[in-house]
Each structure stands twice: as C-alpha cells, then as structure tokens.
T-cell receptor
C-alpha cells in the first residue's frame, strides 16, 4: 500500500524551461511534505518542504504547491538547469506525531534537463 | 561541519550471514534514522534512535536491529540475511529541536549491500 505516489518515473525538459514534478498521497494524517534530490552515489539532499497549513512555499528557483483537498503536491523548477538532472523524491511525515519523524517516500522521478 | 558518513561503501554477503553497517551523524545532531532503498524504490523507514533508544520503527522484522552510541553514531545490524535484503541502506541524522519545530534530516551516501 503506497501512501506516497510519484506516477511519472521520468521527465525530460529543455534547459531554461519549467520542470513540474508531481506527487500524490493517500494518508490524511500527513501534515508535512518534503522534496529530496538524489544524485548517483550520493544520499538524498533536502530541497524544499511545506507544512499542511500552507499551499505554497518558494525558495529561489524551486516552488512547492500543496493541494490538500486533492492530496496532491507538485515541485516547480524555473528555469531548469542541466545540474538539476537527478532523481527527485517526494516524502511526507506526520509532524504532529511527536518526535518520530518517519519519512514516507515515493518511488522517485528521474529528471533530465537537456542543454 | 562534517556531514553524515557511512561505512562501508559496499558490502557483499551470503544468505544467512549477519552484517553491521555504521553511521556517523552530522555534528550537533542527536537523532538518527535508517532507511532501506531497494532498486527502483524510494527509501523505506526502518527505525529511528534518539538518546540511544529506538523511538520509532517501520515494517521491518526483528532481525533488523540497531544501536545509537553516546556520541550519536549508530549501527544497523541485520541477522540471517535474505536475498531481498540487497539494497542501499541510508542513514539520516537530524537535531531534535523544540516542540513545534522541525529540523530537516540529512542523509549519508549509503551502504550498498548485496546478498548472494
């Protein structure tokens, strides 16, 4: 039973264009969402997060949108750069559950930004 | 500031053997979590340690066990290895902050375990 789903295994975009990565979740208890980026032979690197009390969070070229009613979030990268090519993981947690910050991850989306 | 480090980088074991993986937390971090990432999957939460005690566990059998030491470094032990245990094992550390705050987890590069 996958509670966090990334339905696109891969995405290819041109340099300078927008990349949109999508994520759906099923567990209504999730109240905190994160995006991680992973290069080969490295661990996941935290990118951006959003609390369930917000619907948008922006950090430079990265913006995360949350639609709670649809249980959907998306990561927008504008403009996309070749160095953004990596696997992007969506993750969720129940922050209000105390100190147990278990992250539930999706399967990831491989983003390729072509020069 | 030293990041999260893990050892060894790669490991090959045979079915039925036991393995110990090690993790050094990022400086100042007192909480460590372990994740298993099988090929083509996202990381799956194994357990978390805080103040040398397990305070959260995912859907993994008891043959997966761990330790956290006073210096906040950690070990993951897996007994009676099975072929399906082949995966990348990731350690993540964070600092347990004030109630209502959330400090992000920082991941190590992982240990690639192959069970033959």
């Amino acid at each position: 039973d996958q509670q966090v789903k990334q339905n696109s295994p891969s995405l290819s975009v041109q340099e300078g264009r927008i990349s949109i990565l999508n994520c759906d979740y099923t567990n209504s208890m999730f109240d905190y969402f994160l995006w991680y980026k992973k290069y080969p032979a490295e661990g996941p690197t935290f990118l951006i997060s959003i609390s369930s009390i917000k619907d948008k969070n922006e950090d430079g070229r990265f913006t995360v949108f949350l639609n709670k009613s649809a249980k959907h979030l998306s990561l927008h990268i504008v403009p996309s750069q070749p160095g953004d090519s990596a696997v992007y993981f969506c993750a969720a947690s129940v922050r209000s559950g105390g100190s147990n910050y278990k992250l539930t991850f999706g399967k990831g989306t491989l983003l390729t930004v072509n020069p | 500031e030293t990041g999260v480090t893990q050892s060894p980088t790669h490991l090959i074991k045979t079915r039925g053997q036991q393995v110990t993986l090690r993790c050094s937390s990022q400086s100042g971090h007192n909480t460590v979590s372990w994740y298993q990432q099988a090929l083509g999957q996202g990381p799956q939460f194994i357990f978390q340690y805080y103040r040398e005690e397990e305070n959260g566990r995912g859907n993994f059998p008891p043959r997966f066990s761990g330790l956290q030491f006073p210096n906040y470094s950690s070990e993951l032990n897996v007994n009676a290895l099975e072929l399906d245990d082949s995966a990348l094992y990731l350690c993540a550390s964070r600092s347990e902050g004030q109630p209502g705050t959330y400090n992000e987890q920082f991941f190590g590069p992982g240990t690639r375990l192959t069970v033959l």
